[in-house]
């Protein structure tokens, strides 16, 4: 647990990417955490559910390597995750394709929501989604493509809530 982290920028949250955790239907988890300054002691506290493969289940058939990147925004409330051996249905493509799925803080159901659908790799076997940055307001997100040493640029479409790849982003 911990093989991949991302904070904030004051280090009030923390996420943790364990993209070789099992859980029952998938590998790779995130958690996020939240800095909570107790009078006798201090302390990263579970923020909200821990987020599992699982999550991009309905979409891509399962998500093994779920939490292989992980990116917060500056304030935390943008969370990127990556899952570069993302698998699809058998009407979809091969395994380690790759994919990026976004979420945002929910104050309401206090949890991470899917901000958009996922990111997925245009290419069969790319490992996408195996690194990847975010801008400090979490709308523009780099993804790398490992395998075919290709980078690709998005930026959030907040009326269409989605990401689009920028012109000459790949």
């Known amino acids: 647990f911990g093989e991949f982290v991302s904070l904030s920028h004051t280090g009030r949250f923390m996420a943790v990417g364990a993209p070789n955790e099992q859980t029952n239907t998938s590998s790779g988890i995130v958690a996020v955490y939240e800095w909570a300054a107790v009078e006798a002691s201090s302390a990263y506290t579970l923020r909200g559910p821990v987020l599992s493969g699982a999550t991009l289940k309905k979409e891509l058939g399962g998500a093994n390597g779920f939490g292989t990147a992980v ?4 304030n935390g409330k943008v ?12 009407a979809g493509w091969a395994d380690e394709q790759g994919a990026v799925a976004v979420f945002e803080w929910s104050e309401r159901d206090r949890e991470y929501v899917p901000r ?38 998005y930026e959030w479409d907040a ?10 982003g790949r």
């Open 79 to 90: 969370l990127a995750v990556g899952a570069y051996n993302a698998e699809l249905d058998e």
């Open 71 to 74: 990116r917060l925004s500056a």
């Open 116 to 153: 958009c659908a996922p990111l997925i790799s245009p290419h069969k076997q790319d490992r996408f989604g195996n690194k990847m940055s975010m801008s400090n307001d979490g709308d523009i997100l780099v993804v790398s493509a490992e395998s075919r040493l290709e980078v690709y640029v």
């Open 159 to 168: 009326p269409a809530t989605t990401y689009r790849l920028l012109p000459g």
